[in-house]
C-alpha cells in the first residue's frame, strides 16, 4: 500500500512532523461560523452599564444635597436677622451713625467712633459748664443781682479754649456770625434767633425750659416780680415792644405790643392787653436788626502769642441772653413765651 498522506488526519504526520522539528502544537484558533447567533453580552459590558447609572444616581442625590444645604443657609440667614433685631438700640443707633456719616470725614472721627471716644469731648464739657452757670443765674432774683449788671440781659461768662468753643459750634451745628483779628487777638460769635435756642443749643431738660424762660419771685413785702426771657424794646414815646421774632428776608417783625400803656389804678394792672402784630422792621425806631441773644468769645492776648496751636488759645467766652422784668406773675407774657 502506499504511504499515507501527511494531511490525513489520521496519518499524524504533521503533529509528528512539528514535533521531530521540536516546535510545540500550537492551539487551534477559536473560528467565527457565519450565520451563528452572537455570543452574550460579557460581564464588562454589564458593569459598564450598571457604572453609568450609578453615576446618574449619585448626581441627583448631590443636587438633593446641594438644595438641603441652601435651605439651611437660609435658615441660618433667618436666624441671623433675628439676632439683630434684638440688639440694643444703643448698637442700632450707632450703625445708623455710621450709615448717616459723611464719607469725607476724617480718619480720626471714624477712629473715635470704633473706640467708642467722644470726639466733641470739650465742646460738651463746655456745653455742661454754661448750661449750669446759666441755670444758677436764672435762679438768683433780679434784684439781687449787683448793680452793674443790666436787668434787660442775663450774662454768663467763663475762660476756655477756642478748640472748645469750636467743638460745641460743631456738634450742635451753630454758626460764627462772625470772625475778626485785631493785633494777634482774634475774637468770634455765635448769633442764635431767640433765647429758647439758647436753651436748645446748651440742652436744658424739658421739664426745666418754662421755669428757665420765666420765673417769679416774691419779695419781703409780699410783692412779686418776674422775669422772662423776652427782648423788649422801649420806642421814645413810652410804648413797650416784647419782640417774638424777625423776619429778616422780609424785614418784618413779630412784637407783642399793647394800645397804650396806661394803667388801672384800681387794679394796679396795665388797662390794655397785649396783642401778637406783624410791623415792620423800620416802624420800631432803632430796634437792632438781630436778636440779642449771643454768644462771643475773645482770645486772650498773651495765649494768642505763645500757643502755635489755634485749638489752644484761651479766651473769655460771654453768653448774653435777653431778659425782661415786670411786675406780677407775669401771665400776660406767658401766653407768648409757653
Known sequence: MGNPSAFSPGAGGVASHDTAHGHPEAPAPDVLIAGASPSPPTRAGASASNGR???DVVTVEALAMEVQGTRRQFGELHRLAELFSSLPSAVLAFAQQLREADASCSPRRWLFSVVGLDEFALGRSLQSTLRGKLLDRLQARPLAMARSRDASAVKVELDCTYGGLMQLVHFRNLSLSECTLRQCRA???VQLPSPRAVLDALEVPMHMVPTALLRTFSRQNGDTVTRVLLENYVAPDGTVFYVLGRDL????????????????????????????????????????SHPQCRLSWHANLTSSRLEADAGLVWGRLCLVVPST????NGSDLSTFVL
Open 53 to 55: 447609572r450609578n453615576a
Open 187 to 189: 475774637s468770634c460769635a
Open 249 to 288: 428776608e422780609s424785614r418784618t417783625v413779630t412784637v407783642a405790643v399793647r394800645q397804650s400803656e396806661d394803667i388801672d389804678v384800681a387794679r394796679g394792672q396795665p388797662l390794655h392787653a397785649l396783642q401778637r402784630r406783624t410791623v415792620a422792621a423800620g416802624n420800631i425806631i432803632n430796634l437792632p
Open 325 to 328: 422784668v415786670v411786675g406780677g
